[in-house]
């Protein structure tokens, strides 16, 4: 496996904005962090189980219908080079609109049932770095733990460093989202050379 491109891919996915980071970020903003940790804890918990489903989904692709490997990486691909450009394209994230709902272990896991960025996150990365290298169970179950940790890992870090951290990508929003697209698309790039 790739390790240097499975890690950058994993972690630009993980730490850029997207629902988990940005729900994390306010939760914690407004209700403190000891409040906002049931709901990212549920969060890590739908995501290990996303990571999972995607793992032995792409297994059973890849035993069944060995030809879809390559059209897996196209897509994995594909998608990579058009999340470099969203990211590169973005505008600004910051918004606050006064609603105060709370947030619950419930919530944080039921989002991540309907949150596409981690499905397709899920799938890709399994598909595309994992898959074609081999891979057993346990190294499935192990990938979907490292995964899960990295999520967990930006989930924290845009709770904890909430106001912070909101402050500072609006200061250098346009840099940040460019080095994020350009490691998207290094990671893209990879599969085929």
Known sequence: MPLMPFLSYALVTSFTPGPNNIMSLDSARRLGLKKAFPFMLGVTAGCFAIMLLACYVNLVL??????IKIWMNVLGSLYMLYLAIKIAK??????????????????????????????????????TFVMPYGASYITLFAISLLLTGIGFAAIVCWAVFGALFQ?????????FNIIMALLLLYSALSIWI
Not at 62 to 67: D, E, S
Not at 114 to 127: A, D, R
Not at 167 to 175: A, D, G, L, P, Q
């Open 90 to 127: 973005s505008k600004s994230s910051t918004r606050d609109n006064g609603q105060n709902e709370g947030y619950s272990f419930k919530s944080g896991l039921l989002l991540q049932f309907i949150n596409l960025k981690i499905i397709l996150y899920g799938i890709t990365v399994i598909s």
């Open 167 to 175: 402050r500072f990508i609006n200061k250098y929003e346009r840099s």
């Open 62 to 67: 890849y035993h069944f219908l060995p030809r």
